[in-house]
């Protein structure tokens, strides 16, 4: 495990946009969001309320060469070549101890990678309060198909449940298209995590309770052992993090 800058929690309670011209009347519901549109990581590093974690010729920066909404994104570039270990950049966000939150974000594959053996996307994990060690949570990840683009799936390192079984029907992505993951996680009261692609649910595991008070970071990440081409890229935007989900559209509800 790594250690990392202790945070503070950000909280966000007025009228944001998290797109050009697409203004979102939140009120409380929205804990935090970012959008990129800066053109830089002070929304989620500001009053270190975050870090970046960047192994070698790894880099994690806000670009103009794709947005989902607006002109900024965040990219993850991997030159995933780890030598038989999972490596690559994350950008972190603390959000203090959220008992049950949705936690979503539009991402973006620009190239059909063929992923060996999968790529994490993002990371719900936790800390003690005002401490630095980060412990293991849920990991989202996608794995390569053979016919091109990806299918979704869920990955936690307890022993007790590591890789979940893919879902029924396979939640399917495509390269070269947003698409948008959202997770609502209640590690401290059911242990429930639930997963939306593009708004649809794909996973609901149940039973996976985490340590009572801790709290919670979240990590977007490109990390994968190796891949073809290399390296990988990869595009975040629209992040956030609420007490009601985020539809696709942009929107809070119920």
């Not at 603390?94 to 996307?121: H, K, V």
């Not at 016919?147 to 590591?162: D, T």
């Not at 947003?178 to 595991?205: C, I, K, M």
């Not at 993090?241 to 942009?250: C, D, I, K, N, T």
Request: charged fraction near 20%.
């Amino acid at each position: 495990m790594r250690a990392w800058a202790t945070p503070r929690r950000s909280l966000a309670l007025a009228a944001l946009a998290l797109g050009c011209n697409d203004p979102l009347s939140i009120g409380s519901d929205l804990v935090w969001t970012a959008e990129q549109e800066r053109g830089d990581l002070t929304e989620w590093t500001a009053d270190d309320s975050g870090d970046t974690y960047l192994p070698t010729d790894s880099s994690v920066a806000v670009s103009t060469e794709a947005a989902h909404r607006g002109s900024h994104a965040i990219k993850l570039v991997n030159p995933a070549a780890w030598n038989h270990q999972d490596e690559g950049p994350e950008l972190s966000h603390t959000l203090g101890a959220l008992n049950d939150a949705y936690y979503s974000a539009w991402f973006m594959l620009p190239e059909d990678y063929r992923l060996e053996p999968q790529m994490t996307l993002m990371r719900l994990r936790s800390r003690e309060p005002g401490g630095t060690e980060l412990f293991n949570g849920e990991e989202l990840q996608l794995r390569s198909l053979p016919v091109g683009g990806y299918v979704l799936q869920i990955f936690n390192n307890n022993a007790g449940f590591l890789l979940e079984p893919l879902a029924d029907p396979a939640p399917r992505i495509e390269a070269s298209r947003w698409f948008q993951l959202e997770a609502r996680y209640e590690p401290q009261s059911s242990g429930r995590l639930r997963v939306w692609l593009n708004g649809t649910l794909a996973y609901d595991l149940r039973g996976r309770p985490g340590a009572a008070g801790s709290e919670i970071v979240l990590g977007i990440c490109n990390v994968a052992e190796a891949a073809k081409p290399a390296p990988v890229v990869l595009f975040v935007d629209d992040a956030a993090v609420s007490l009601s989900r985020v539809s696709v559209a942009g929107q809070l509800s119920p």
